[in-house]
Nanobody, 127 residues
Framework: QVRLVESGGKLVQAGGSLRLSCAASGRTFSNNAMGWFRQAPGKEREFVAAISWTGSSTYYVDSVKGRFTISRDNAKKTVYLQMNSLKPEDTAAYYC????????????????????WGQGTQVTVSS
């Protein structure tokens, strides 16, 4: 099993930066792609970014390309989301999830392919 704990969210002004962290426990972390998703009030949870289990490939939703960077440190069992040039529309609870398939060769963006969700961390961007 994998347990995930997100942190780093807070209130920030538009144009600011934040780095979210997702700490994992469990022996399978290094074999799983990891993804960041977000959920705004009244909306469904949506894909934001993902990184392959090797860390060599990443994928982003168009709205965050060039502003967000996902990375991972398998030795620390942690995945990060560096968020720059934040916009009010980035306001949401951010969750990390682990790909349910070990060592998948492609990055998946479908939320149903991820699990072991943490409790989330709130990011609020004021205008």
């Amino acid at each position: 099993q994998v347990r995930l704990v997100e942190s780093g969210g807070k209130l920030v002004q538009a144009g600011g930066s934040l780095r979210l962290s997702c700490a994992a426990s469990g022996r399978t972390f290094s074999n799983n792609a990891m993804g960041w998703f977000r959920q705004a009030p009244g909306k469904e949870r949506e894909f934001v970014a993902a990184i392959s289990w090797t860390g060599s490939s990443t994928y982003y939703v168009d709205s965050v390309k060039g502003r967000f960077t996902i990375s991972r440190d398998n030795a620390k069992k942690t995945v990060y989301l560096q968020m720059n040039s934040l916009k009010p529309e980035d306001t949401a609870a951010y969750y990390c999830g682990a790909d349910l398939v070990n060592r998948r060769t492609v990055i998946i963006t479908r939320i149903t392919e991820y699990g072991y969700w943490g409790q989330g961390t709130q990011v609020t961007v004021s205008s």
